[in-house]
């Protein structure tokens, strides 16, 4: 592991014993697990290295016949290569920390652990309510935790404005760059983030690291063999069923399996869901210097979630907040008239190898598939009022990285490419039989491509001092095929719709199938930053660094997809400074940073008729971010995390939707023995949301008062050598006070400051859920 507790891959690692010298060496693999298998009984020692730390050293290690000893090594970062002998230590503060930035850090990070995501974490919960815990980030689920799509929001950018990544590979909608919370990564596959608020360096690839990346980490391969198999049950009858099961090494390979199924009747009237999922994780050590990985997973998704975002003031006050839809089918509401059907893989094959010479060689090849059928209804009942739409794409895609090391620094080049098919429409429907109307509202083929070589180089400047410059050209290709519609977004190319546009009598007479059209985005962005050492265990940063949006497919969607003016990329700047320090009870991480970001696009009409695109104008986000953990002792720790800033429209001085002012998490934890237990409380500050219609928009039009999510969690698991190690009891509540705070609003009235109506609509924290966990481990004796 290094300092902060994280573990290192591909660390070398050798084993001497100590009256004949006999030395044998391997390599840790992805998870920072290594293993010789035997050896004669002696005493030994045992040394670990990796770039850019010192070699950490443990000796008198003693070994009896037909045993087992198990050895963790820390390694202390190395300014440069050097060999020092430590007996294990590491800073019990950053041991303990749920979320905490690296000695190593070029720009503000947290790393979420997976111990947090085991213990700390609801069993139901997603990637958003692990997200929760780092400084500035909020994200709600109305529908309770994890049972719905939900969504972050963090330094006044919002989802689309920011790379998720799985493994290191980017995951986004083909239509624009947004994500689901509900499919691909269940919260069964998490084994920690690595959350980024800013747009990284050269070296960090994806499609929109605009605001910053949120990196989830596979579960890793444990190095014994168990199985734990569990059943959690609670509020608003949610039942989730897991089997994991880990092989252990055998030969040079090991695998880990998880299945689950969640079923969940959800917070919100009739919005229940049901989810099944898997995933095989697989590692091969191909020789001491190679490691392959093979990681395929699977999720099917069924839910009666709607199109529409919350119930309306006049609904909750009639209903009750738990109010969405209703089981009466003469309602449009009903529902049977609302429904999804998701499905979703992810598969890829790693390769990571030293080549020699300081050179490094890592590679993924992927692919994965989005499947999203939803079916909803309008306001009324009628043959045409409802919507069939499909989502559906395909990606593949590889990411190359090649770094060499020597004592002048390191070097880092590499390229992620791309492609994508992708098949959208929205149809009117009869919500009453599902009979589809001829002509769709819109119906489109496409591919794009995506390109992003880069290179950076990390002088070693002085023993303590590092600049890393850097530039990567993010290069996107779209070609469309859109088919003549109903008039809704394209119309009929060529020719003349007969019959009243939207109805089931709506026909093209003349025109052509479809329209082809494409066009390239391209954007040089360049980065730069330096860390300095004031003590080995105190580094400072600072960095300059550029990320870009693409433009969404819906830049054709106007008549006959003519367009005179493409958009360009959206262009964020961002300037940051920080510092990390980690004493042995006490972990500290502070940044201040400033961004310079465009928004998203406004569409005039020439006198030809044709689209023009352009940007609107500039904001700015501001502010300062701060963590800490304190290993107060008997087991007890203390994390606080605070932020106070603005993101603001920089020509209007309005603020951006859903940027707090501030917000502040503090949390109690106890992790002793076989017991963990903590609390958490995090307040959300004051914010505001939008009223708008069409291109007319009225920031800062509605204020959103301060709120709390205050979690509780208590684990009693047993360990040590037992055949029933893994054996665990959970409690989690979330929201203990059960508040029902009002956290969105969409007016129904669009003005500047709208008075509150009976259609507003409104996103509500979902109240106090309870979750009880039984889990069963096995493993054979060590």
Same mark, same amino acid.
């Given at each position: 592991?290094? @300092?902060?507790?994280?573990?290192?891959?591909?660390?070398?690692?050798?084993?001497?014993?100590?009256?004949?010298?006999?030395?044998?060496?391997?390599?840790?693999?992805?998870?920072?697990?290594?293993?010789?298998?035997?050896?004669?009984?002696?005493?030994?020692?045992?040394?670990?290295?990796?770039? +850019?730390?010192?070699?950490?050293?443990?000796?008198?290690?003693?070994?009896? =016949?037909?045993?087992?000893?198990?050895?963790?090594?820390?390694?202390?970062?190395?300014?440069?290569?050097?060999?020092?002998?430590?007996?294990?230590?590491?800073?019990?503060?950053?041991?303990?920390?749920?979320?905490?930035?690296?000695?190593?850090?070029?720009?503000?990070?947290?790393?979420?652990?997976?111990?947090?995501?085991?213990?700390?974490?609801?069993?139901?919960?997603?990637?958003?309510?692990?997200?929760?815990?780092?400084?500035?980030?909020?994200?709600?689920?109305?529908?309770?935790?994890?049972?719905?799509?939900?969504?972050?929001?963090?330094?006044?950018?919002?989802? #689309?404005?920011?790379?998720?990544?799985?493994?290191?590979?980017?995951?986004?909608?083909?239509?624009?760059?947004?994500?689901?919370?509900?499919?691909?990564?269940?919260?069964?596959?998490?084994?920690?983030?690595?959350?980024?608020?800013?747009?990284?360096?050269?070296?960090?690839?994806?499609?929109?690291?605009?605001?910053?990346?949120?990196?989830?980490?596979?579960?890793?391969?444990?190095?014994? @063999?168990?199985?734990?198999?569990?059943?959690?049950?609670?509020?608003? +009858?949610?039942?989730?069923?897991?089997?994991?099961?880990?092989?252990?090494?055998?030969?040079?390979?090991?695998?880990?399996?998880?299945?689950?199924?969640?079923?969940?009747?959800?917070?919100?009237?009739?919005?229940?869901?049901?989810?099944?999922?898997?995933?095989?994780? *697989?590692?091969?050590?191909?020789?001491?210097?190679?490691?392959?990985?093979?990681?395929?997973?699977?999720?099917?998704?069924?839910?009666?979630?709607?199109?529409?975002? #919350?119930?309306?003031?006049?609904?909750?006050?009639?209903?009750?907040?738990?109010?969405?839809?209703?089981?009466?089918?003469?309602?449009?509401? *009903?529902?049977?008239?609302? !429904?999804?059907?998701?499905?979703?893989?992810?598969? *890829?094959?790693?390769?990571?190898?030293?080549? #020699?010479?300081?050179?490094?060689?890592?590679?993924?090849?992927?692919?994965?598939?989005?499947?999203?059928?939803?079916?909803?209804? $309008?306001?009324?009942?009628?043959?045409?009022?409802?919507?069939?739409?499909?989502?559906?794409?395909?990606?593949?895609?590889?990411?190359?990285?090649?770094?060499?090391?020597?004592?002048?620094?390191?070097?880092?080049?590499?390229?992620?490419?791309?492609?994508?098919?992708?098949?959208?429409?929205?149809?009117?429907?009869?919500?009453?039989?599902?009979?589809?109307?001829?002509?769709?509202? !819109?119906?489109?083929?496409?591919?794009?491509?995506?390109?992003?070589?880069?290179?950076?180089?990390?002088?070693?400047?002085?023993?303590?001092?590092?600049?890393?410059?850097?530039?990567?050209?993010?290069?996107? =290709?779209?070609?469309?095929?859109?088919?003549?519609?109903?008039?809704?977004?394209?119309?009929?190319?060529?020719?003349?719709?007969? $019959?009243?546009?939207?109805?089931?009598?709506?026909?093209?007479?003349?025109?052509?199938?479809?329209?082809?059209?494409?066009?390239?985005?391209?954007?040089?962005?360049?980065?730069?930053?330096?860390?300095?050492?004031?003590?080995?265990?105190?580094?400072?940063?600072?960095?300059?660094?550029?990320?870009?949006?693409?433009?969404?497919?819906?830049?054709?969607?106007?008549?006959?997809?003519?367009?005179?003016?493409?958009?360009?990329?959206?262009?964020?700047?961002?300037?940051?400074? $920080?510092?990390?320090?980690?004493?042995?009870?006490?972990?500290?991480?502070?940044?201040?940073?400033?961004?310079?970001?465009?928004?998203?696009?406004?569409?005039?009409?020439?006198?030809?008729?044709?689209?023009?695109?352009?940007?609107?104008?500039?904001?700015?986000?501001?502010?300062?971010?701060?963590?800490? +953990?304190?290993?107060?002792?008997?087991?007890?720790?203390?994390?606080?995390?605070?932020?106070?800033?603005?993101?603001?429209?920089?020509?209007?001085?309005?603020?951006?939707?859903?940027?707090?002012?501030?917000?502040?998490?503090?949390?109690?934890?106890?992790?002793?023995?076989?017991?963990?237990?903590?609390?958490?409380?995090?307040?959300?500050?004051?914010?505001?949301?939008?009223?708008?219609?069409?291109?007319?928009?009225? +920031? @800062?039009?509605?204020?959103?008062?301060?709120?709390?999510?205050?979690?509780?969690?208590?684990?009693?698991?047993?360990?040590?050598?037992?055949?029933?190690?893994?054996?665990?009891?959970?409690?989690?509540?979330?929201?203990?006070?059960?508040?029902?705070?009002?956290?969105?609003?969409?007016?129904?009235?669009?003005?500047?400051?709208?008075?509150?109506?009976?259609?507003?609509?409104?996103?509500?924290?979902? $109240?106090?859920?309870?979750?009880?966990?039984?889990?069963?481990?096995?493993?054979?004796?060590?």
């Amino acid at each position: 592991m290094d @300092q902060s507790g994280q573990v290192l891959a591909s660390a070398a690692v050798s084993v001497k014993e100590a009256s004949t010298g006999a030395t044998q060496k391997t390599t840790t693999d992805g998870s920072g697990h290594f293993s010789l298998a035997g050896l004669p009984a002696g005493t030994y020692t045992i040394e670990a290295s990796a770039p +850019n730390f010192a070699t950490s050293r443990r000796d008198g290690v003693k070994l009896t =016949a037909g045993a087992k000893e198990e050895v963790s090594l820390a390694l202390d970062l190395a300014a440069l290569p050097q060999t020092v002998t430590v007996e294990g230590s590491v800073s019990l503060a950053a041991e303990m920390a749920p979320s905490q930035s690296s000695l190593e850090a070029r720009w503000a990070q947290s790393r979420i652990t997976g111990d947090f995501v085991e213990n700390f974490t609801s069993p139901v919960a997603d990637y958003t309510e692990v997200l929760n815990i780092a400084p500035g980030t909020f994200g709600i689920n109305p529908n309770g935790v994890g049972l719905g799509d939900s969504k972050t929001f963090f330094r006044g950018f919002k989802d #689309g404005q920011y790379t998720m990544t799985y493994d290191g590979i980017p995951f986004e909608d083909t239509n624009d760059p947004t994500h689901h919370s509900w499919a691909f990564i269940p919260g069964q596959w998490i084994g920690g983030a690595n959350f980024d608020r800013s747009p990284g360096s050269a070296a960090t690839i994806g499609p929109t690291n605009f605001g910053g990346s949120i990196n989830l980490l596979s579960r890793p391969v444990r190095a014994s @063999q168990d199985i734990r198999a569990s059943v959690s049950y609670g509020s608003y +009858n949610t039942a989730l069923y897991d089997l994991n099961y880990d092989s252990g090494q055998f030969g040079k390979s090991n695998l880990t399996l998880d299945l689950h199924q969640m079923k969940s009747d959800g917070y919100q009237t009739f919005n229940n869901q049901k989810r099944d999922g898997g995933f095989l994780k *697989y590692q091969f050590q191909l020789s001491d210097k190679t490691v392959i990985t093979i990681f395929g997973g699977l999720t099917d998704l069924f839910t009666n979630t709607p199109n529409i975002k #919350g119930p309306t003031r006049d609904q909750v006050a009639q209903f009750g907040d738990t109010y969405l839809m209703s089981d009466d089918p003469s309602q449009s509401n *009903y529902f049977r008239f609302n !429904f999804y059907h998701v499905q979703t893989d992810f598969e *890829y094959i790693g390769v990571t190898s030293d080549l #020699g010479h300081g050179w490094r060689f890592d590679n993924k090849v992927y692919t994965y598939r989005y499947w999203n059928k939803q079916n909803y209804n $309008g306001s009324s009942i009628s043959a045409t009022s409802a919507t069939d739409k499909l989502n559906g794409y395909r990606k593949i895609g590889d990411i190359l990285y090649l770094t060499r090391e020597s004592s002048l620094g390191v070097l880092r080049t590499g390229m992620w490419y791309e492609w994508a098919y992708t098949d959208r429409y929205q149809v009117p429907s009869d919500p009453r039989t599902w009979v589809d109307t001829p002509f769709p509202n !819109f119906h489109e083929h496409f591919n794009t491509n995506s390109l992003q070589p880069f290179v950076e180089y990390e002088f070693r400047v002085a023993p303590r001092l590092s600049l890393t410059p850097g530039i990567k050209l993010a290069d996107y =290709a779209m070609y469309l095929n859109q088919y003549a519609d109903n008039g809704s977004t394209i119309g009929c190319p060529g020719g003349k719709l007969s $019959g009243k546009a939207g109805s089931a009598s709506t026909l093209c007479v003349g025109g052509v199938q479809f329209v082809t059209h494409g066009t390239n985005y391209s954007s040089w962005l360049p980065s730069l930053d330096g860390r300095y050492f004031l003590r080995d265990n105190w580094s400072v940063y600072a960095q300059y660094a550029t990320g870009s949006v693409i433009p969404p497919s819906g830049v054709f969607d106007t008549t006959s997809a003519s367009v005179a003016v493409f958009p360009k990329p959206t262009v964020a700047r961002t300037y940051q400074v $920080g510092s990390v320090w980690k004493l042995n009870r006490l972990t500290l991480d502070f940044d201040a940073y400033y961004s310079h970001f465009q928004n998203t696009y406004t569409m005039t009409t020439d006198t030809a008729g044709e689209a023009v695109w352009s940007l609107p104008g500039a904001s700015n986000t501001k502010g300062m971010e701060a963590e800490a +953990n304190a290993f107060v002792g008997h087991g007890f720790n203390v994390y606080l995390n605070g932020t106070a800033g603005n993101a603001k429209y920089a020509q209007r001085g309005l603020w951006v939707a859903n940027a707090p002012s501030n917000t502040a998490t503090a949390g109690l934890m106890y992790q002793h023995a076989n017991w963990d237990a903590a609390f958490f409380s995090k307040r959300i500050g004051p914010m505001w949301n939008d009223a708008g219609k069409g291109n007319t928009l009225f +920031n @800062q039009a509605v204020p959103i008062d301060p709120f709390n999510m205050t979690n509780v969690f208590v684990n009693y698991t047993v360990k040590g050598a037992s055949a029933l190690r893994g054996t665990k009891l959970r409690l989690s509540v979330n929201n203990l006070l059960d508040k029902h705070s009002i956290v969105g609003v969409a007016p129904v009235n669009v003005a500047q400051h709208p008075t509150p109506a009976g259609g507003d609509t409104l996103t509500l924290l979902p $109240g106090r859920s309870v979750m009880l966990t039984v889990q069963f481990g096995f493993a054979p004796p060590r």
